[in-house]
């Protein structure tokens, strides 16, 4: 089946836009995850979505990064006023999120890699 | 808060050697271990995972790793690379019992190449 889909692959901004990243989870998966990765760092996690709520945004690094899951299913990050330190590959990952379990495997996306000008 | 640590940044090996990266993780609780591999140009993808259990597991392409509770480490493990596993390692950590009972906290990864 189809795994985690993100779109655009890459994205390429000035300073000071703002920019908006998609992802679609595996189908059937209620949890969805976004994640940063910076050059020659590991993976910072961002945010955590259990259907269409996120009870876990504490890894956002400032009030210019939201993110939506209105339907629970795709969801959208959005950086307003991006600034280079934005710069990054942005990675949306997605587990089966039933309620309770908690021995679960994340499926990652092929990412968005951003670039601030 | 958590962290996961992989002491070597940059590994190179030949081909047949055999091979153990190192995680550490500062969790003192009920944690499930995972690590991913991102070959080049490619996605993130599920090496292996620890949940419960019998502490050695094994994963795709030979690898294999062992969770040493009383040492707070991970190690995966080959005992013959090959040049195909060229590739970047991550460990990552998802302690269950905590809060943030979801994310996973990643380690900075690991670098690996195989010279044919």
């Known amino acids: 089946g189809a795994g985690v889909s993100q779109s655009p692959s890459n994205k390429v901004t000035e300073k000071g836009k703002d920019v908006e990243l998609r992802c679609d989870p595996i189908?059937?998966?209620?949890?969805l995850y976004w994640y940063r990765q910076s050059l020659g760092q590991g993976l910072e996690f961002l945010i955590y979505f259990q259907g269409n709520s996120a009870p876990d945004k504490s890894g956002l690094p400032s009030d210019r990064f939201s993110a939506e899951r209105p339907k629970g299913s795709f969801s959208t990050l959005e950086i307003q006023r991006t600034e280079q330190g934005d710069s990054a590959m942005y990675l949306c990952a997605s587990s089966l999120g039933t309620s309770g379990r908690i021995q679960e495997t994340q499926y990652f996306g092929p990412g968005t890699r951003l670039l601030v000008l | 808060a958590q962290s996961v640590s992989q002491h070597n940044h940059h590994v190179i090996l030949s081909e047949a050697a055999s091979l153990e990266l190192g995680c550490n993780y500062s969790y003192g609780g009920t944690v499930n271990l995972f690590w991913y591999v991102q070959y080049p140009g490619q996605h993130l993808q599920l090496l292996l995972k620890?949940?419960?259990?019998?502490?050695l597991v094994k994963g795709i392409k030979g690898f294999e790793a062992e969770f040493i509770k009383s040492k707070f480490s991970f190690n995966l493990r080959k005992p013959s690379v090959q040049w195909s596993d060229t590739a970047e390692y991550f460990c990552a950590v998802n302690p269950i019992s905590s809060g943030s009972a979801r994310q996973l906290t990643f380690g900075s990864g690991t670098q690996l190449t195989v010279l044919p």
């Open positions: 620890y949940f419960s259990g019998d502490p």
């Open positions: 189908s059937g998966h209620t949890a």
